[in-house]
């Protein structure tokens, strides 16, 4: 029932007794880490965050501010979030359902259509991108007909970014509501369907509410995995300033010509990463709901 | 399958005159099966009382259409909700209100957001739903913490706003599983007194399942007692007291109960002991007397051999002024109540032998068949 977690009986120790001094030596004893797990894991420790401080250390301060307002750079940027929300808000309309369809309803084939949700997860990029070409592409698949039927032609736009993006963060999205879903107790929705409530309003006053949490965290893994998106983009958008070049694009393309514009816009990849994982640890990882 | 072929357990197709719940429940889960038949008029309080795992939630369930029939058929008000063929009515629509064990309160919505969720639901407008949901909150006494959320309700207040949220849909059919075993023991006797008053005025069926014989008996009108999956006795709380017909109920209303063959004033039980009761009963009979019309002691009792057996301690507890004494042996295990003067003097610990004997005055005998 109700506990009063504030005088919860959480007394520091206080190694008075032999066995107290006993057990604290003991304590330290396993406090020392053997070197054949301690040297690798400070130099895995380095290898991860010795790049970053790289980056940080060759940045172009004195010029940071007058780089970042320049119009290639805003325009990559613009892009690049525009172009990533959209890809969020796509996986949201279209993952969350499919979430749901994996976590609640029982159909032939579940464990199947779980793994080929995975599949973007471990495919490379450029390999989905090629794949995104060959459907939707001029005489792709489907592509062919979009152009004879509607003169609509997908690559190469920006709307070849968003397809791109979704395509690889989808998993992300769906992965994570999928696991909140499963961690939120269905008998809350079984309550709802007593108190006369259809499947439909139950999901969007009951279940919907109760994941949220899962849903912004999966939303938040999302939108990060489609401002870093390089693969798919080239190979199925292209690399045109202003319409298809994101980010990521314009800092493969400014390293040889423009090193230090390259590393500010680095920076400010690097920036929003930082951001996005001090967000989801602080609001979600930290405190479900 | 079985068939049914007794007609008070199967309506007709569709019987309007009928009012209340008309249940033959059969539900197969692995190896168990849930077979019972209940009945439940319209402002009446039945509990479904039962051990752990006796079937009790599953019969719930299927009530509820959480759980499909196997077998067997619901009516409610003359209206058939799953006759496990054609007819499955889903939880949604069937108009049976259900307070859950651990009342499943919608933790993002207020006490009045969650009273007000089923008329919201069946088609009240947001202001109607919150006016009904403030009236039933004012009903049950918290309309002032209508603003606040399931955690930051005490285990009462939860429990009388999940009272509320289900009976805010005027249910037909009001089930309550288990609905006060997630509180303390202070509060439970409150939300006992309370809840008693309130199926009291609730005009539909009502049928509470629990495993407290007190809760069944203070809140119940009727009680249908059922063990692995079958009903074993069904009637008003004197009846079962007075005449347990299983050793579960024995053990509920504290009684010692032994089957045997009556002839007469005597029925033989089983080990070849002849017990002299009060009442004459004839064939196949229950025996039944309380903890403490049984006397210990160290030796053979002296005139009467019958009504004596010897038996071996099996265990010994305190309970307020009187000691409980486990016997084995004899007709089977029996309690017997004496007091700590008297444990004393005998000295009991586990293992020792002992001469127990029971008055005939105040042994009940009936029928078993």
């Not at chain 1, 190694?15 to 894991?41: E, G, I, Y």
């Not at chain 1, 423009?258 to 500010?264: E, K, R, T, Y």
């Not at chain 2, 639901?121 to 913490?145: F, M, T």
Request: net charge positive; hydrophobic share 50%; aromatic share 6%.
């Amino acid at each position: 029932m109700v506990t009063d977690t504030s005088s919860g009986p959480s007394a520091p120790d206080q190694p008075t007794s032999t066995v107290d001094r006993r057990r604290s030596a003991r304590r330290l004893a396993r406090r020392r880490v053997p070197a054949p797990l301690a040297v690798p894991a400070v130099v895995a420790l380095a290898f991860l965050v010795l790049p970053l401080v790289g980056l940080v250390v060759r940045a172009p301060w004195p010029t940071l501010p007058q780089r970042l307002t320049e119009p290639e750079v805003l325009a990559a940027l613009r892009l690049s979030l525009v172009a990533a929300t959209f890809a969020t808000g796509v996986c949201l309309v279209l993952g969350v359902p499919l979430a749901w369809l994996l976590a609640r309803v029982d159909f032939p084939g579940r464990r199947l259509v779980r793994a080929l949700v995975t599949v973007p997860l471990v495919l490379p990029p450029v390999v989905g991108g090629l794949a995104l070409l060959l459907l939707l592409g001029r005489r792709g698949v489907i592509g062919q007909w979009l152009d004879r039927w509607f003169d609509v032609t997908i690559p190469f736009t920006t709307t070849a970014v968003v397809i791109a993006e979704a395509f690889v963060a989808m998993p992300f999205l769906v992965i994570a509501v999928e696991g909140a879903l499963r961690g939120v107790d269905d008998r809350y929705e079984e309550a709802a369907a007593t108190l006369g409530a259809s499947r439909w309003t139950t999901f969007r006053r009951v279940t919907l509410p109760l994941v949220a949490p899962g849903i912004a965290a999966g939303s938040v893994l999302c939108w990060a995995r489609a401002l870093g998106e390089f693969g798919a983009t080239i190979t199925f958008a292209g690399n045109f300033p202003g319409r298809t070049q994101t980010m990521p694009l314009s800092v493969y393309l400014l390293l040889e010509t423009d090193p230090p514009a390259a590393i500010v816009l680095s920076l400010v990849l690097l920036a929003v990463s930082v951001a996005i994982l001090v967000a989801l640890r602080e609001k979600w990882i930290g405190s479900p709901a | 399958m079985t068939t049914v072929d007794n007609p008070g357990s199967a309506p007709p197709a569709t019987d309007r005159t009928a009012s209340g719940l008309r249940a033959r429940l059969v539900v197969d889960r692995l190896a168990f099966r849930l077979d019972i038949d209940l009945t439940v008029a319209p402002g009446e309080v039945v509990a479904l009382l039962g051990p752990n795992g006796a079937g009790k939630t599953t019969a719930l369930r299927a009530l509820a259409g959480l759980t499909p029939l196997t077998s067997g058929r619901i009516d409610l008000d003359g209206t058939c909700l799953d006759d496990a063929a054609g007819t499955f009515v889903p939880p949604e629509r069937r108009g049976v209100g259900v307070v859950f064990q651990d009342y499943l309160l919608f933790p993002h919505l207020s006490a009045l957001e969650n009273v007000a969720f089923g008329p919201r639901c069946r088609g009240a407008s947001r202001a109607e739903a919150r006016a009904i949901a403030h009236e039933w909150l004012v009903r049950v006494g918290l309309a002032d913490l209508a603003g606040r959320r399931p955690r930051q309700l005490s285990g009462g207040q939860a429990q009388r706003v999940a009272l509320a949220r289900a009976l805010a849909l005027r249910p037909a059919l009001l089930l309550l599983d288990e609905p006060l075993a997630a509180l303390d023991a202070r509060t439970r006797l409150d939300t006992r007194a309370e809840l008693h008053r309130h199926l009291a005025d609730h005009p539909g069926a009502t049928l509470v399942v629990t495993h407290d014989p007190l809760d069944a008996f203070v809140l119940a009108d009727r009680l249908v007692i059922i063990e692995n999956g079958r009903v074993v006795q069904e009637g008003d709380a004197a009846a079962v007291t007075a005449r347990p017909r299983t050793d579960y109920v024995a053990r509920l209303v504290g009684l010692n109960l032994y089957r045997g063959r009556g002839e007469g004033h005597t029925v033989t039980l089983p080990a070849g002991l002849t017990v002299t009761t009060a009442d004459p009963v004839h064939g196949d009979a229950f025996v039944a007397f309380p903890p403490a019309a049984v006397a210990l002691h160290p030796d053979p009792p002296q005139g009467s051999p019958r009504n004596t057996w010897s038996a071996t301690v099996t265990g010994v507890t305190r309970h307020g002024d009187y000691v409980r004494v486990q016997l084995a042996g004899g007709p089977g295990e029996a309690s017997a109540d004496i007091t700590p003067a008297a444990a004393a003097a005998l000295r009991l610990a586990p293992g020792r032998r002992l001469w127990a004997a029971v008055k005939a005055t105040e042994t009940r005998a009936y029928p078993a068949g």
